[in-house]
Each structure stands twice: as C-alpha cells, then as structure tokens.
C-alpha cells in the first residue's frame, strides 16, 4: 500500500492550496481516511475525516470553515481544500487510512 501526498509548497498568508494524496495498493476501501499534520515542534493534529460509507466528514475547530476534505473514489485520491490560510497551518501533511501513512507534504505559510 502506498500513499503519495503532493500539493504543498509555500504560500502567502490568506492564501490556498489544495493538497492531494493517491492511494494505490489498497485491496478493499479503507472506512475512513484523514489528514494528520504535525507542525513544528509539536504533536500530530487530526485536521480532517472523511468516512467512506456515510460520507461524513470531521474537521479540527481550528480548520472548519476553512478547509474542505473530499475524495475520488474513481482515482484513489484523497484531497484537501485549503482556503484562508495562516502562519499556525504551518505543518508537514500526512495522509493516512489509520493503518497506512503517506510520507507527508510541507506547506508553509508566511505571514
């Protein structure tokens, strides 16, 4: 199993960016997949859930409003709308199923 996030970089403050995460491998949908990050010098943060069966969704108080997850079953991606973004989104991304993680993407914001 292998999941690629792509999508980050360095963006102004205010700005967006929309993160992907391509999933190959996996044998059977996973029931939910999630965007973890881990800004620096601190712990992993759930930001975001999407649930496969009920497609229900779960944001951080610190993200909602803001970020959109959403998901192509079709392509095996998972996706990260990030609008309205700010210096404390700063953070390394990580995709995971739970039992599988992605290798993460930087995203930068500056103030």
């Known amino acids: 199993v292998q999941l690629v996030e792509s999508g980050g970089g360095l963006v102004q403050s205010g700005g967006s960016l929309r993160l992907s995460c391509a999933a190959s491998?996996?044998?059977?949908?996973?029931?939910?997949m999630s965007w973890v990050r881990q800004a620096p010098g601190k712990g992993l943060e759930s930001v975001s859930t999407i649930y496969s069966y009920s497609s229900n969704t779960y944001y951080a108080d610190s993200v909602k409003g803001r970020f959109t997850i959403s998901r192509d079953n079709a392509k095996n991606t998972l996706y990260l709308q990030m609008n309205s973004l700010k210096p404390e989104d700063t953070a390394v991304y990580y995709c995971?199923?739970?039992?599988?993680w992605g290798k993460g993407t930087q995203v930068t914001v500056s103030s």
């Open positions: 995971t199923t739970g039992l599988y």
């Open positions: 491998g996996l044998t059977s949908i996973s029931a939910y």
